[in-house]
C-alpha cells in the first residue's frame, strides 16, 4: 500500500523553469526521503529529510517538509533536460519499519 | 565502490515455472531490500534481510521468499510464477543497522516478464 501520494502525477516544463512537486503522506514519520527513477532503472536517492527538519537543500534541490500538514515539496531550480525523470517521495516509521514509496511524479523537461 | 549489482537483467520465463534473482549489495552493506515495480501498483516491498535474517516483510503470497548469505548477498525466488509477476524487481543496500531506514542504494533492476 502506498504511504505517499505525489502531486501533479505528471509535469510538463521548459528547460530552466522550476518543478515543484507536493508529496503527502498520512500517518506519522521518522523520514521522508526523495528519489527519481530514469526510464525503468533503478532510482537514485535524491535527498532524505528528517521529520525534525523542516527544510533541506542539495544543489539544485530544495525539499520542506510540514509535519502538521503530513506533507512534503522538491524544488528543482533552473531544471535541464537530464531533469526528465520520475520522482518518488519514501517515508518511514520508526522502529525498521521499511520505506514506503508513492506513484510518482512524471517530470518532462522540454529543451 | 561498485553499486548494487542484479543478475540478470532482462528473464522470461513462462506461468507455473520458479525464477531466482539475485542481488549483490555495496561492499559493507549489511541490509538488503528488495522491491517489486508495476505500473499500476508502482513500487511495492516485498522484504528486507540484515545479517542473513529477514527483518521485515511485505504484503505478498509465501510464493514470494528470499534469504540472505553471509556475505550480504541476496537471492529472491517466486515459484510458480503467475501473469501478474511480470515487473521490474529492484534490490536496494542500505548501511543501516536498526532504527534507522536510511539512505537506500538501488540496482539497475531485474525486468520479469512472464508469459
Known amino acids: 500500500s502506498q504511504q505517499g501520494e505525489e502531486d501533479p502525477q505528471a509535469l510538463s516544463i521548459q528547460e530552466g523553469e522550476n518543478a515543484t512537486m507536493n508529496c503527502s503522506y498520512k500517518?506519522?514519520?521518522?523520514?521522508l526521503q526523495w528519489y527519481r527513477q530514469n526510464s525503468g532503472r533503478g532510482l537514485v536517492h535524491l535527498i532524505l529529510?528528517?521529520?525534525?527538519?523542516r527544510e533541506k537543500h542539495s544543489g539544485r534541490l530544495r525539499v520542506t517538509l510540514d509535519t502538521s500538514k503530513k506533507s512534503s515539496s522538491l524544488l528543482i531550480t533552473a531544471s535541464r533536460a537530464a531533469d526528465t525523470a520520475s520522482y518518488f517521495c519514501a517515508t518511514d516509521n520508526r522502529g525498521n519499519t521499511p520505506l514506503v514509496f508513492g506513484k510518482g511524479t512524471r517530470l518532462s523537461v522540454i529543451a | 565502490k561498485a553499486g548494487v549489482t542484479q543478475t540478470p537483467r532482462y528473464l522470461i520465463k513462462t506461468r507455473g515455472q520458479q525464477v531466482t534473482l539475485s542481488c549483490s549489495p555495496i561492499s559493507g552493506h549489511r541490509s538488503v531490500s528488495w522491491y517489486q515495480q508495476t505500473p499500476g501498483q508502482g513500487l511495492q516491498f516485498l522484504f528486507e534481510y540484515f545479517s542473513e535474517t529477514q527483518r521485515n516483510k511485505g504484503n505478498f503470497p509465501g510464493r514470494f521468499s528470499g534469504r540472505q548469505f553471509s556475505n550480504s548477498r541476496s537471492e529472491m525466488n517466486v515459484s510458480t510464477l503467475e501473469l501478474g509477476d511480470s515487473a521490474l524487481y529492484l534490490c536496494?543496500?542500505?548501511?543501516?543497522?536498526?532504527?534507522?531506514?536510511?539512505?537506500?542504494?538501488f540496482g539497475p533492476g531485474t525486468r520479469l516478464t512472464v508469459t
Open positions: 500517518t506519522s514519520i521518522n523520514n
Open positions: 529529510i528528517r521529520s525534525n527538519e
Open positions: 536496494a543496500s542500505s548501511l543501516t543497522s536498526s532504527g534507522d531506514i536510511g539512505e537506500q542504494y
